[in-house]
């Protein structure tokens, strides 16, 4: 596909093909070219330390996915942009109409550096990020810092991918922790339950190992949970925690610190365990007491409650021909 490869038999082959280019590489290359072309720098000069040296002018970083399906590839450009009241999306955004031959494509630019993804050929996804200048990032042009440069590339790619898949299917952001996992071995592991006493207490327990600079260990985490649970630490068993590491380990919320038996909270496990803990913490309680609230006050939340029951209700007894819109 000009600029990708659309299949390969070993595609983990191929990919270890890439990751291999590195600077050395290119300098080599220019060594070679240097070797033929004229340039001022006699032998005398070059043994004084005197030579070129690269810089990145452009670099440019690409992710290209085949899709199954390659009409669903333009779901990800059908969309509007929502500017809020108070604050505007910053940076510029531009879009394109889509229409039979005109290639469907998104435009994301900070700085000097851009993100485009467009529709490839009608079969891929391409998502590419082009740095113009590397000083957007605080880094130098020597191609040294290709390697930094290559880190921000492709996790720019990865985040927007991220973001236009949870877009597509929000469902996914919960499953990925509440839903359990089946292992390559068939293993299945199960989730974390919003509201589940036991869950909640390891999630709060994340944001307190968080700041520990060695980690923690199963006994950190069975007496830390015991006590937000309300229970004895004689009534947490260790083979409990172990089972509780594992489910923390497989969502992506904790990882093994190499050679130890202790672990350390992620980031994705922080930010996880924020949004849950506060939604546990400060919105499902505050809601479910505006919902049972006794006395004839009537708070926002049970007044909508009641007028979505009423909808119901009318709509359960009307007979079928009024509920259908296409009946006159």
Same mark, same amino acid.
């Given at each position: 596909?000009?600029?990708?490869?659309?299949?390969?038999?070993?595609?983990?082959?191929?990919?270890?093909?890439?990751?291999?280019?590195? &600077?050395? #590489?290119?300098? !080599?290359?220019? %060594?070679?070219? =240097?070797? @033929? *072309?004229?340039?001022? /720098?006699? &032998?005398? #000069?070059?043994? !004084?330390?005197? %030579?070129?040296? =690269?810089? @990145? *002018?452009?670099?440019? /970083?690409?992710?290209?996915?085949?899709?199954?399906?390659?009409?669903?590839?333009?779901?990800?450009?059908?969309?509007?942009?929502?500017?809020?009241?108070?604050?505007?999306?910053?940076?510029?955004?531009?879009?394109?109409?889509?229409?039979?031959?005109?290639?469907?494509?998104?435009?994301?630019?900070?700085?000097?550096?851009?993100?485009?993804?467009?529709?490839?050929?009608?079969?891929?996804?391409?998502?590419?990020?082009?740095?113009?200048?590397?000083?957007?990032?605080?880094?130098?042009?020597?191609?040294?810092?290709?390697?930094?440069?290559?880190?921000?590339?492709?996790?720019?790619?990865?985040?927007?991918?991220?973001?236009?898949?949870?877009?597509?299917?929000?469902?996914?952001?919960?499953?990925?922790?509440?839903?359990?996992?089946?292992?390559?071995?068939?293993?299945?592991?199960?989730?974390?339950?919003?509201?589940?006493?036991?869950?909640?207490?390891?999630?709060?327990?994340?944001?307190?190992?968080?700041?520990?600079?060695?980690?923690?260990?199963?006994?950190?985490?069975?007496?830390?949970?015991?006590?937000?649970?309300?229970?004895?630490?004689?009534?947490?068993?260790?083979?409990?925690?172990?089972?509780?590491?594992?489910?923390?380990?497989?969502?992506?919320?904790?990882?093994?610190?190499?050679?130890?038996?202790?672990?350390?909270?992620?980031?994705?496990?922080?930010?996880?365990?924020?949004?849950?803990?506060?939604?546990?913490?400060?919105?499902?309680?505050?809601?479910?007491?505006?919902?049972?609230?006794?006395?004839?006050?009537?708070?926002?939340?049970?007044?909508?409650?009641?007028?979505?029951?009423?909808?119901?209700?009318?709509?359960?007894?009307?007979?079928?021909?009024?509920?259908?819109?296409?009946?006159?």
């Amino acid at each position: 596909m000009d600029n990708a490869f659309a299949a390969v038999e070993d595609p983990a082959a191929l990919q270890q093909i890439c990751d291999r280019l590195c &600077a050395n #590489d290119i300098n !080599a290359l220019l %060594r070679r070219w =240097l070797a @033929i *072309l004229p340039h001022p /720098f006699t &032998a005398a #000069d070059r043994e !004084a330390g005197y %030579r070129y040296d =690269l810089s @990145i *002018l452009q670099a440019e /970083f690409s992710l290209t996915q085949m899709l199954d399906a390659p009409v669903s590839g333009r779901m990800f450009f059908d969309r509007r942009l929502i500017h809020g009241r108070r604050r505007h999306t910053p940076s510029r955004w531009r879009t394109r109409v889509i229409t039979d031959g005109v290639t469907p494509s998104l435009h994301v630019d900070y700085k000097r550096t851009t993100i485009k993804q467009y529709h490839k050929e009608g079969r891929a996804l391409r998502t590419e990020t082009t740095i113009n200048d590397t000083r957007d990032f605080e880094i130098g042009k020597r191609l040294v810092n290709l390697p930094a440069l290559r880190e921000i590339g492709f996790s720019a790619n990865w985040r927007l991918l991220r973001v236009q898949r949870l877009d597509h299917d929000p469902i996914i952001g919960a499953a990925a922790v509440t839903d359990p996992i089946t292992t390559d071995t068939g293993a299945r592991i199960s989730g974390l339950r919003l509201g589940q006493r036991r869950s909640h207490a390891l999630l709060a327990a994340l944001l307190i190992f968080r700041l520990h600079p060695n980690g923690f260990s199963n006994a950190d985490l069975r007496a830390l949970t015991a006590q937000l649970r309300g229970l004895p630490e004689h009534d947490v068993s260790a083979s409990q925690m172990t089972y509780d590491l594992r489910r923390l380990r497989s969502h992506g919320l904790i990882q093994r610190l190499a050679h130890t038996h202790r672990y350390r909270v992620t980031d994705h496990g922080l930010h996880t365990a924020m949004f849950l803990t506060r939604v546990h913490d400060r919105l499902l309680p505050t809601g479910l007491a505006h919902l049972t609230e006794p006395g004839p006050n009537r708070t926002p939340l049970r007044t909508a409650a009641h007028a979505y029951q009423k909808a119901v209700d009318d709509l359960v007894r009307k007979p079928a021909w009024q509920n259908d819109p296409h009946q006159t």
